[in-house]
Nanobody
Framework: QVQLVESGGGLVQTGGSLRLSCEGS????????MGWFRQAPGKEREFVAA????????NYADSVKGRFIISREYAKSTMYLQMNALKREDTAVYYC????????????????WGQGTQVVVSS
């Protein structure tokens, strides 16, 4: 069974940090581009960050640029999202995804998804 499982979400104060993890299993994802998306209540799912299968070719949404860092650890089949200087508007369910068929920032094209992990940033 192919799975992506996120972890690391939680409650944090404004200005704090969290690191999300996304572990893949059931197949190798080392040849896939991967990304992080988020969805706040009442809003559409939006792109956060993506990393190419090479580990380079990294892209961020403008709203998180300079605060979030995406990375991959191939030996552990895991992708990370280090989130720093968190703001209330970062509150959302965060999803990892793999194997985009179209553009890396278009959630509709991703073939594999995790179940999501909740991040709440309070003041």
């Amino acid at each position: 069974q192919v799975q992506l499982v996120e972890s690391g979400g939680g409650l944090v104060q404004t200005g704090g940090s969290l690191r999300l993890s996304c572990e893949g299993s059931g197949r190798t994802f080392s040849g896939d581009d991967m990304g992080w998306f988020r969805q706040a209540p009442g809003k559409e799912r939006e792109f956060v960050a993506a990393v190419a299968w090479t580990g380079t070719g990294i892209n961020y949404a403008d709203s998180v640029k300079g605060r979030f860092i995406i990375s991959r650890e191939y030996a552990k089949s895991t992708m990370y999202l280090q989130m720093n200087a968190l703001k209330r508007e970062d509150t959302a369910v965060y999803y990892c995804a793999a194997d985009p068929r179209e553009n890396y920032d278009d959630h509709r094209g991703y073939r594999y998804w995790g179940q999501g992990t909740q991040v709440v940033v309070s003041s």
